[in-house]
């Protein structure tokens, strides 16, 4: 108890201590051009991440959803990645794209193609941390929506194929509806991890080139830890907090509320 | 017996073929790198073939050199003290809170509940920048107990527990006390026994949390024996440097064969767990 209060206490200590700086740390965030573009980039990465992870994800729950043999050992090759660290997956990722030697420069230059710089040329290096890091969500994302599928009443569906729906229709027309609380839970829940997202920036591009690929907290990072500037640092932080708190409060609104079929 | 269409056979095979090889490959690659020296991945890797997948050379020398001088098996050992510790002191802490939070009546208790939850939703990584300093106050910075330590009151483990505390009827605590015993033998033969497999599910996704976590001990932990293995494996690769790759890759694996072990024999405690976490 004594742990979780003093962990508390200094959740909540946190204003205050930045009030000891004095606000102007905040008009920095809103002035400063670095800051804007720092939290530009990490918009456009979550927007990025979402856009390939959420259809991709349903895909392959829907694939999963269904029977074939090897089912389970395709399951877990999906989810490896889930398991495996970002640190690793970042190093991964960094050989495989880079432009000499690199696996996937490798495919290209095999197809005839001229090898491409994607770590270190705009706007490929921000496409390369988003691909990266959707690759290594799809596996997580194809399980939430997994259970959600799995809860979708089978004799509606049947009563759909009775009536002569096809198959892409029931999809549209039935599953996709009753998944809307999934889809949104799974736009929240990697939202709210790409803001956290940190290890593709810090490996694979070290936030560049020309600061294209600077997620937020790695920009957290270098103010407090490279650039000496930790009040800078704590007022970024702070509106990640926020923005995380906010976005989780939307989601359990929503959740909240109960949508009958 | 339904009838199974060729189409579907087709498009299933062409499903599993891309799913093998976009998630798959990767790792086989690295895998079958680490076991060669640097000039034969580099030429097996151009142009592409079977070799680029298989250990052609197949000599340990990357992992013998890696952990004796990438600092790999120091940080492999810390890491392992690190997710122990974790894993023990979270299911400590975060079991007896629960027990308080759904056994002992108290005003605010459900005040006191929702205040938790709300600092489950703030990422930690929000949290860098000021627990370093206070790590400092507290003279802990390049200790172990740093890396693990501000993270054992769980708010995670605790929602996760409660739940499962809650679904106990009282009843059954009810009849220990008639029958003489005291709460933390209810706590230990009554309550814990039957929430066990939540208590493993709980510990497995808590080390799987403290085996990968990066930033964190990137931050706090600045001297070399204190390492842990996520960040010893990327700073052989740190940008920058010219790396050894089959060092990095061996090492790479060293840091994810054991959760891929551990995912393997335990896929629907982590599964379940991870699904519930909503990924901190």
């Given at each position: 108890?004594?742990?979780?209060?003093?962990?508390?206490?200094?959740?909540?200590?946190?204003?205050?201590?930045q009030?000891f700086?004095g606000?102007?740390?905040?008009?920095r965030?809103?002035?400063?051009?670095?800051?804007?573009?720092?939290?530009?980039?990490?918009l456009?990465?979550a927007?990025?991440v979402?856009?390939?992870v959420?259809?991709l994800?349903?895909?392959?729950?829907?694939?999963?959803?269904?029977?074939?043999p090897?089912?389970?050992?395709v399951?877990?090759?999906?989810?490896?990645?889930v398991?495996?660290?970002?640190?690793?997956t970042?190093?991964m990722?960094?050989?495989?794209?880079?432009?000499?030697?690199?696996?996937?420069?490798s495919?290209i230059?095999?197809?005839?193609l001229?090898?491409?710089?994607?770590?270190?040329?705009?706007?490929?290096?921000l496409?390369?941390?988003?691909?990266m890091?959707?690759?290594?969500?799809?596996?997580f994302v194809?399980?939430l929506?997994?259970?959600?599928?799995?809860?979708?009443p089978d004799?509606?569906?049947e009563?759909?194929?009775?009536d002569?729906?096809?198959?892409?229709?029931v999809?549209t027309?039935i599953?996709?509806?009753?998944?809307?609380?999934?889809t949104?839970?799974?736009?929240?829940t990697m939202?709210?991890f790409?803001?956290?997202?940190?290890?593709?920036?810090?490996?694979?591009?070290?936030g560049g080139?020309?600061?294209?690929?600077?997620?937020?907290?790695?920009?957290?990072?270098?103010?407090?830890f490279k650039?000496?500037?930790?009040?800078?640092?704590?007022?970024?932080?702070?509106?990640?907090?926020?923005?995380?708190?906010?976005l989780?409060?939307?989601?359990?609104l929503?959740l909240?509320t109960?949508w009958?079929y | 017996m339904?009838?199974?269409?060729?189409?579907?056979?087709?498009?299933?095979?062409?499903?599993?073929?891309?799913?093998?090889?976009?998630?798959l490959?990767p790792?086989?690659?690295?895998l079958?790198?680490?076991?060669?020296?640097?000039?034969s991945?580099?030429?097996?890797?151009?142009?592409?073939?079977?070799?680029?997948?298989?250990?052609?050379?197949?000599?340990l020398?990357?992992?013998?050199?890696?952990?004796?001088?990438?600092?790999?098996?120091r940080?492999?050992?810390?890491s392992?003290i690190?997710?122990?510790?974790?894993?023990?002191?979270?299911l400590?802490?975060?079991?007896?809170?629960?027990?308080g939070?759904?056994r002992?009546?108290?005003r605010?208790?459900?005040?006191?509940?929702?205040?938790?939850?709300v600092?489950?939703?703030?990422?930690?990584?929000?949290?860098?920048v000021?627990?370093?300093?206070?790590?400092?106050?507290?003279?802990?910075?390049?200790s172990?107990?740093?890396?693990?330590?501000?993270?054992l009151?769980?708010?995670?483990?605790?929602f996760?527990?409660?739940?499962?505390f809650?679904?106990?009827?009282?009843?059954?605590?009810?009849?220990?006390?008639?029958?003489?015993?005291?709460?933390?033998?209810?706590?230990?033969?009554?309550?814990?026994?039957?929430?066990?497999?939540?208590?493993?599910g709980?510990g497995?996704?808590?080390?799987l949390?403290?085996?990968?976590?990066?930033?964190?001990?990137?931050v706090?932990?600045?001297?070399s024996?204190?390492?842990?293995?996520?960040?010893?494996?990327a700073?052989?690769?740190?940008?920058?440097q010219?790396?050894?790759?089959?060092?990095?890759?061996?090492?790479?694996?060293?840091?994810?064969?054991?959760?891929?072990?551990?995912?393997?024999?335990?896929?629907?405690?982590?599964?379940?767990?991870?699904a519930s976490?909503?990924?901190?």
């Open positions: 108890m004594l742990v979780r209060n003093s962990f508390f206490d200094y959740t909540l200590l946190r204003p205050d201590e009030k700086v606000i102007g740390q905040y008009e965030i809103f002035t400063d051009p670095g800051a804007a573009s720092t939290f530009g980039t990490t456009l990465f927007l990025g979402l856009v390939l959420v259809p994800g349903f895909l392959v729950a829907v694939f999963l959803n269904g029977r074939f090897g089912r389970s050992i399951r877990t090759i999906v989810f490896l990645p398991v495996t660290s970002v640190a690793v970042s190093t990722w960094l050989f495989m794209l880079t432009k000499n030697g690199g696996l996937v420069n495919l230059t095999g197809l005839g001229p090898p491409m710089a994607f770590l270190t040329s705009i706007p490929w290096a496409i390369s941390i988003i691909v890091t959707a690759w290594q969500q799809i596996g194809a399980v929506f997994l259970t959600g599928l799995q809860s979708v004799d509606v569906v009563a759909a194929r009775v002569g729906a096809s198959r892409v229709r999809v027309a599953i996709l509806p009753l998944m809307s609380r999934t949104l839970f799974v736009v929240i939202t709210v790409s803001l956290q997202a940190f290890a593709p920036a810090f490996l694979m591009t070290s080139p020309q600061d294209s690929t600077s997620l937020v907290v790695y920009a957290i990072y270098n103010a407090a650039l000496q500037d930790p009040g800078f640092a704590s007022a970024l932080a702070v509106a990640v907090m926020l923005i995380a708190l906010v989780s409060g939307i989601q359990s929503f909240r109960k009958s | 339904r009838r199974v269409h060729p189409a579907r056979v087709l498009v299933t095979l062409l499903v599993v073929a891309v799913v093998v090889v976009a998630f490959l790792y086989v690659w690295i079958s790198s680490s076991f060669k020296d640097q000039g991945i580099f030429s097996d890797v151009s142009p592409l073939s079977w070799k680029t997948f298989w250990p052609t050379g197949g000599s020398d990357n992992y013998v050199s890696t952990i004796e001088n990438k600092n790999v098996g940080a492999l050992l810390n392992v690190i997710a122990v510790a974790q894993v023990a002191g979270t400590v802490l975060g079991s007896l809170a629960a027990f939070l759904t002992i009546r108290f605010g208790s459900r005040l006191l509940f929702g205040l938790i939850l600092t489950f939703l703030v990422p930690m990584e929000a949290l860098v000021p627990l370093y300093a206070w790590m400092g106050d507290l003279h802990l910075r390049n172990l107990a740093a890396v693990f330590l501000p993270w009151a769980s708010p995670f483990a605790l996760m527990l409660r739940q499962a809650e679904e106990i009827p009282a009843e059954l605590d009810e009849a220990a006390y008639l029958d003489g015993a005291g709460p933390f033998r209810v706590f230990w033969s009554v309550i814990l026994p039957s929430v066990r497999s939540t208590v493993v709980c497995l996704v808590v080390f949390f403290s085996w990968n976590s990066f930033l964190w001990p990137l706090v932990n600045s001297s024996d204190r390492e842990v293995i996520q960040v010893a494996v700073q052989s690769a740190a940008p920058g010219l790396p050894n790759w089959g060092e990095t890759f061996a090492g790479a694996m060293i840091a994810t064969l054991p959760l891929i072990l551990l995912f393997i024999f335990a896929q629907r405690h982590i599964v379940q767990g991870l976490s909503g990924l901190k």
